[in-house]
Nanobody, 116 residues
Framework: QVQLVESGGGLVQPGGSLRLSCAAS????????MGWYRQAPGKQRELVAS???????NYADSAKGQFTISRDSAKNTVYLQMNSLKPEDTAVYYC??????????WGQGTQVTVSS
């Protein structure tokens, strides 16, 4: 059973920073791609950033220059560093692990609220 557990969400003021963590129950290189998605109220879930097993990263236009995805293979953890946060970044952030030919795995989500 593959599990992904997110942490690090919370309430932050505009302009602040947060780092989200996603701890996987198995070696993160087993996944073809790992990524972060978010879903704001009334909106569809959208990709924020992803990283392939080989290290190639991909960012949504809205995340470029503001968010950084990284990983620590020793801890089987993927991170999302979020800087200069804005109210429109408020959403539930989900960790995703995708294994080609197998499917997608999701964490339970962590709430990020950007408000003064």
């Amino acid at each position: 059973q593959v599990q992904l557990v997110e942490s690090g969400g919370g309430l932050v003021q505009p302009g602040g920073s947060l780092r989200l963590s996603c701890a996987a129950s198995r070696n993160i290189f087993w996944f073809s791609t790992m990524g972060w998605y978010r879903q704001a109220p009334g909106k569809q879930r959208e990709l924020v950033a992803s990283i392939t097993a080989s290290g190639t990263t991909n960012y949504a236009d809205s995340a470029k220059g503001q968010f950084t995805i990284s990983r620590d293979s020793a801890k089987n953890t993927v991170y999302l560093q979020m800087n200069s946060l804005k109210p429109e970044d408020t959403a539930v952030y989900y960790c995703n692990g995708r294994k080609t030919g197998v499917g997608d795995y999701w964490g339970q989500g962590t709430q990020v609220t950007v408000s003064s």
